[in-house]
């Protein structure tokens, strides 16, 4: 598991991420249509703003975090909402509170983890929760842009390649903005796989 105290930063109130808003790379695609409403599972979800959001457009939403002050904030956002929970759970590690969902998203989860097998593991989990045809939308910190001295870590897209390809598919990665942050992005959607990923070619 990362090193990072996330129990710490909600504690301190040192939430840079949590901007009370939902994503506007997540509402896009609700409200575009592109992610039809269903069964949601948020990893990562902190405070809730996101849960609250799919659950208020119709998803029947699962949220999971590390952190229990997080997740008892995101109770009580939740509350009344039987169509949205949350609660705390390793997602490395324990067992998945269900599996089958249509739809996974993390802002900024998938790439907090500094070895390149925890980001592999993070990929086979999503794999593992997925339903046959469901989609998984993350955004990550990209190497793009002017150095800086803090925001969201930085992968490349062969870091988010070597982690993903072998579970799932990349549908669609490309290049966008933390709008909260002023930092580059990726912005990634990955489907489960109807078939094993083949060996790169070689030449012959």
């Known amino acids: 598991m990362t090193e990072r105290n996330w129990e710490d930063h909600y504690q301190s109130g040192f939430l840079p991420w949590d901007t009370g808003t939902a994503d506007p790379y997540l509402a896009s695609a609700v409200e575009s249509g592109a992610i039809a409403p269903g069964k949601a599972l ?59 969902f249509t739809f996974v998203y993390d802002r900024g989860c998938f790439h907090v983890f500094d070895h390149a097998e925890e980001r592999t593991r993070f990929a086979e989990r999503v794999a593992e929760a997925l339903a046959p045809e469901g989609r998984w939308l993350s955004l990550i910190g990209s190497t793009e842009g002017a150095p800086r001295d803090r925001g969201p870590p930085r992968r490349s897209a062969r870091d988010i390649a070597l982690a993903v390809e072998p579970a799932l ?14 930092a580059r992005a990726w912005l990634m959607i990955a489907k489960k796989r109807t078939q094993p990923a083949q060996p790169s070619s070689r030449p012959t």
């Open 42 to 100: 948020e990893v990562g979800c902190g405070t809730g703003t996101n849960v609250l959001y799919l659950a208020e457009k119709g998803f029947d939403v699962w949220g999971v975090d590390l952190a229990p002050t997080a997740i008892a904030r995101a109770l009580e956002r939740l509350e009344g909402r039987p169509n949205a929970r949350a609660e705390v759970l390793d997602f490395l590690e324990a067992p998945l509170p269900q599996t089958g």
């Open 169 to 182: 598919e990349i549908v669609e990665l490309r290049a966008t903005d933390f709008e909260d942050h002023d």
